[in-house]
């Protein structure tokens, strides 16, 4: 069972970049998917959640209007898109998987999240 993000790199203020969320051992569609990042001495940040039951989504409000959250169940993948990219988004981005299928965990930090994938770096910078 893991999960693999991927997509991360460094772009210019007002940049994209795609993020990959794979998963290997179980199936994606069954869990609510969430992104998280974390930058240095800051607290771990839920940035966005694409429910199990109805595909419904959670965008932190920093980044609502900015990134879109969809999912491939034939793929078994995620992504996040990114748009608009501020240096204050810089960060290691996670995606983590939860069988409950709302996006409440995401929306509270990520406890009780099922798995996590190996972070993949975003920097923002000029």
């Known amino acids: 069972v893991q999960l693999q993000a991927s997509g991360g790199g460094s772009v210019q203020p007002g940049g994209s970049l795609r993020l990959s969320c794979a998963a290997s051992g179980f199936a994606l569609d069954y869990y609510a998917i969430g992104w998280f990042r974390q930058a240095p001495g800051k607290e771990r940040e839920g940035v966005s959640c694409?429910?199990?039951?109805?595909?419904?989504?959670y965008y932190a409000d920093s980044v609502k209007g900015r990134f879109t959250i969809s999912r491939d169940n034939t793929k078994n993948a995620v992504w996040l898109q990114m748009n608009s990219l501020k240096p204050e988004d810089t960060a290691v981005y996670y995606c983590?998987?939860?069988?409950?299928?709302?996006?409440?965990?995401?929306?509270?930090?990520?406890?009780?999240?099922?798995?996590w994938g190996k972070g993949t770096q975003v920097t923002v910078s000029s």
């Open positions: 983590a998987a939860d069988a409950r299928p709302s996006c409440k965990a995401t929306a509270e930090g990520g406890y009780g999240m099922d798995y």
């Open positions: 694409i429910s199990s039951l109805d595909d419904s989504t």
